[in-house]
């Protein structure tokens, strides 16, 4: 669960562990650099969520199946760990 109460996705979950658990662990900065997105935008993706102005409600984010896959093959995610740990198995079919 994050800091305000909301949960990341399954696939938000996985990217970021796969992530965190590389040796050397790879940034967002430099997981995002390698797909050409920005690293708040690669954040969002993980989490699931981006902010939006004080006051407001998190707006939810969800990545299509192609960048879903880009950002799995960055990290070194597998498709069956896409498909099974992720519940992606739209992104898992593309990657």
């Known amino acids: 669960m994050t800091?305000?109460?909301?949960?990341?996705?399954?696939?938000g979950r996985l990217i970021r562990s796969v992530r965190e658990r590389a040796i050397p662990k790879i940034?967002?900065?430099?997981?995002?650099?390698?797909?050409?997105?920005?690293p708040e935008h690669w954040g969002n993706i993980e989490r699931g969520y981006k902010s939006v102005?004080?006051?407001?409600?998190?707006?939810?984010?969800?990545?299509?199946?192609?960048?879903?896959?880009?950002?799995?093959a960055a990290v070194g995610v597998t498709?069956?760990?896409?498909?099974?740990?992720?519940q992606r198995p739209d992104a898992a079919r593309a990657l």
């Open 3 to 11: 800091s305000d109460g909301t949960t990341a996705p399954p696939e």
């Open 27 to 38: 940034s967002i900065r430099s997981a995002a650099a390698r797909i050409r997105i920005s």
């Open 53 to 72: 102005s004080a006051g407001g409600s998190p707006q939810k984010v969800e990545a299509s199946a192609e960048l879903l896959a880009k950002m799995a």
């Open 79 to 86: 498709p069956e760990q896409l498909e099974t740990e992720g």
